[in-house]
């Protein structure tokens, strides 16, 4: 059992071989992709072949800046860990545009963002108990 008093936190991804160096890379304060050597494409998710060449793609550690996509406003409380409101947003890494990244802005209020908003990634340690390994790369705004 975990400590009783603590506040719940977010729901963790479950670690597996092919995303684990995605959620964990934080842990060493980069955030990473994974890049197909062939083409240069970046990949996300993690996969075993790039979908363009069938190349096996290489984890490589990215600036940390990122670019708002796209985004949502959750007044929903689905989970007691993330008090609401919160945003849900599409991070398009700087270095390929194309590539596009699920996450929750952080230290913003809904009414700042907009659509080319300049993020930067930073990382909230998951406190499950059972793996404190996950780092989860959510995004600031690049102020
Ligand atoms: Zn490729």
Do not use: K, L
């Given at each position: 059992m975990g400590d009783q008093s603590s506040s719940p936190s977010r729901p963790l991804p479950a670690l597996t071989a092919l995303n684990r160096h995605y959620w964990t890379s934080g842990a060493d304060g980069v955030w990473s992709l994974q890049r197909c050597p062939a083409c240069e494409r970046l990949i996300h998710p993690?996969?075993?072949?790039?979908?363009?060449?069938h190349a096996v793609p290489e984890w490589i550690v990215l600036s940390g800046r990122g670019v708002v996509e796209s985004w949502t406003v959750n007044h929903?409380?689905?989970?007691?860990g993330i008090p609401t409101p919160y945003v849900i947003a599409f991070v398009n890494p700087v270095e390929d545009p194309s590539v596009r990244v699920l996450t929750n802005l952080v230290?913003?209020?809904?009414?700042e963002v907009f659509v080319g908003m300049p993020v930067r990634v930073t990382f909230e340690v998951g406190?499950?108990?059972?793996?404190?390994?996950v780092h989860l790369p959510l995004f600031t705004p690049d102020r």
């Open positions: 993690p996969t075993m072949r790039c979908q363009y060449d929903h409380p689905f989970f007691p230290e913003v209020t809904p009414g406190d499950d108990g059972i793996d404190d390994a």
